[in-house]
């Protein structure tokens, strides 16, 4: 079977470094996303990674590791609004196009 | 217009009721998706329109049944809800079948009495 698998909760401070992992097992895939949702909002694309290595985007970086089965978010000067739950999410080697399966999510929480 | 828009924001229905969801986009974009997210959960893929052909069916009980009408529009009819379908639904979209970017829409709160 397929799992991603992200821790449930984190908790930083305003202005400082998060990292947040996605681990998983499944039998091959196309690239590693991440999607940031607010609560009581939509998820909204933050990244992509198709080949191994970081990507960065602003604030936020995303890594892959297909050889360690890992990624990871890092979201760097944490502000307030960053307050969100993030997924991960992966298309299967087999699967259907646009059939994104999702990680658990991470609640963070971002304090003053 | 980077939106996906849907309509309602809320919906309430019996369980005898038929009703309808609604979703558009203007981005130009040749795939659309149905999900639906419970509280706390991640969101879960019902269906995929690809060039307007539906694509997948993930197995979804057929008392949903969806629509795309043209490449901007997406509906999902809903007939003989039970309780237990109450949840928020997301409309998404991305430029092809790919899927890896995909633009969320806000979604709507279905509450099934």
């Known amino acids: 079977g397929q799992s991603l698998e992200q821790p449930s909760e984190v908790t930083a401070v305003e202005g400082a470094i998060v990292q947040i992992n996605c681990t998983y097992q499944?039998?091959?895939?196309?690239?590693l996303s991440w999607y940031q949702q607010h609560d009581g909002g939509a998820p909204t694309f933050l990244s992509y990674?198709?080949?191994?290595g970081l990507e960065e985007t602003g604030r936020f970086s995303s890594f892959l590791s297909r050889s360690d089965s890992y990624g990871y978010l890092l979201l760097q000067e944490l502000q307030m609004k960053d307050s969100a739950s993030y997924f991960c999410?992966?298309?299967?080697?087999?699967?259907?196009?646009?059939?994104?399966?999702f990680g658990k999510g991470t609640k963070l929480s971002v304090k003053p | 217009d980077t939106e996906v828009t849907q309509t309602p924001k809320h919906l309430v229905m019996g369980m005898t009721n038929k009703k309808s969801l609604k979703c558009e986009q203007h981005?130009?974009?040749?795939?659309m998706y149905w999900y639906k997210q419970k509280a706390k959960k991640p969101p879960e893929l019902m269906f995929v329109?690809?060039?307007?052909?539906?694509?997948i069916n993930e197995s979804v009980p057929s008392r949903f049944s969806p629509e795309c009408p043209n490449s901007s529009l997406l509906n999902l009819h809903l007939h003989a809800l039970q309780p237990e379908d109450s949840a928020l639904y997301l409309c998404?979209?991305?430029?092809?079948?790919?899927?890896?970017?995909?633009?969320f829409g806000p979604g709507t709160r279905l509450t099934v009495t």
């Open positions: 990674n198709a080949l191994d």
């Open positions: 999410a992966v298309r299967l080697y087999g699967g259907s196009q646009g059939n994104l399966i």
């Open positions: 998404a979209s991305s430029q092809d079948g790919q899927g890896w970017e995909q633009y």
């Open positions: 981005m130009g974009h040749r795939a």
């Open positions: 329109y690809s060039y307007e052909k539906l694509s």
């Open positions: 499944t039998s091959g895939f196309y690239g």
